[in-house]
């Protein structure tokens, strides 16, 4: 028996389906989903947002009903699609320290910093606030 491992005879899914498999994998792994067995994104309710630079041409974003958002990047020939825990738009600073930890932890640094210059005016007490502030946020992050 030969068994043929090209896509040419799979039909067009609409994102609904995919989004149903991708819910039941785990947050932030990906899924590639070539472009001709799908729609664009924006045609399905997707908005433009960013994320972070993976080579990607453009990132997408559907906020579902509870909370959690599906993220995709577009590259040329193909999709990359995964759920994250908390959309941005609910959530920005939750979505950081939940989805995407290196990021709290830059910003919980830079938060740190920049308190702590601002109560002392004292430029040497500022990487005392970005090394509390990124301890804050390594002790933050949820897993």
Same mark, same amino acid.
């Given at each position: 028996m030969v068994i043929n491992n090209s896509l040419e005879g799979l039909k067009m899914l609409s994102w609904a389906a995919w989004i149903w498999k991708i819910l039941r994998m785990k947050p932030h792994e990906d899924i590639t989903i070539p472009k001709?067995?799908?729609r664009h994104p924006l045609e399905d309710g997707f908005t433009k947002t960013f994320g972070e630079y993976q080579g990607q041409i453009m990132d997408y974003e559907l906020t579902l009903a509870d909370g959690r958002r599906i993220h995709v990047r577009e590259f040329k020939d193909?999709? @990359?699609a995964h759920w994250d825990r908390i959309s941005p738009k609910v959530d920005p600073l939750e979505h950081l320290r939940v989805d995407a930890p290196g990021w709290w932890v830059l910003f919980a640094g830079l938060a740190g910093a920049a308190l702590s210059y601002l109560m002392? @005016?004292?430029?040497?007490?500022?990487?005392?606030?970005?090394?509390?502030?990124?301890?804050?946020g390594v002790l933050t992050i949820e897993s």
């Open positions: 001709r067995l799908v193909y999709y @990359k002392s @005016k004292r430029p040497e007490n500022t990487v005392n606030g970005l090394i509390l502030g990124m301890i804050f």
